[in-house]
C-alpha cells in the first residue's frame, strides 16, 4: 500500500470522499465530482467506487473491537455520539476525516469494517 495522505473532509457531510480520496490518491473533490455526490456516501457508493479504482473490498461487514483485529488496510464505519461516520484504517493508524490522525478508534459506541486490498 502507498503511503496515506491524511485529507480532512471538506464539509460534516463529506467523510466517505475524503476516505475515499486518502485511497486512492484522489482530491475529495474530485471523487465527490465522480460519485455525483457532496453528501452522505452509503456502502454501495463506497464499494462501486473502490472496485472501479482497482481495488478489492469485502462483501462481508465485520464488527471489530479493537486495532489488534483489523486488517491492515480497511474502511470503518463508526457510530460515533453525532452520527454515523466513515474512517479510514492503514497498518496501524487511523486517518480519520473529521478527528485527524490517530492511534486508536475515534470514540464511537458501534464499529465495524470492511477489508480492501489492490488487485494490481
Not at 496515506?4 to 471523487?31: D, F, K, N, W
Not at 480497511?74 to 474512517?87: A, D, K, N, Y
Request: aromatic content about 10%.
Amino acid at each position: 500500500m502507498k503511503e496515506i495522505s491524511y485529507i480532512h473532509e471538506p464539509t460534516p457531510l463529506q467523510c466517505g470522499q475524503a476516505v475515499l480520496a486518502m485511497i486512492t490518491g484522489l482530491t475529495a473533490a474530485r471523487v465527490a465530482e465522480e460519485l455525483q455526490n457532496d453528501r452522505e456516501t452509503n456502502l454501495r457508493e463506497m464499494k462501486t467506487f473502490l472496485r472501479t479504482h482497482g481495488l478489492w473490498i469485502s462483501d462481508e461487514r465485520k464488527a471489530v473491537n479493537a486495532k489488534a483485529e483489523l486488517p491492515s488496510l480497511s474502511i470503518l464505519s463508526l457510530e460515533t455520539p453525532r452520527c454515523w461516520h466513515w474512517s479510514l484504517y492503514c497498518e496501524g493508524v487511523f486517518y480519520d476525516p473529521e478527528h485527524g490522525i490517530l492511534e486508536d478508534f475515534p470514540t464511537s459506541a458501534r464499529r465495524y469494517y470492511w477489508e480492501i486490498r489492490r488487485t494490481e
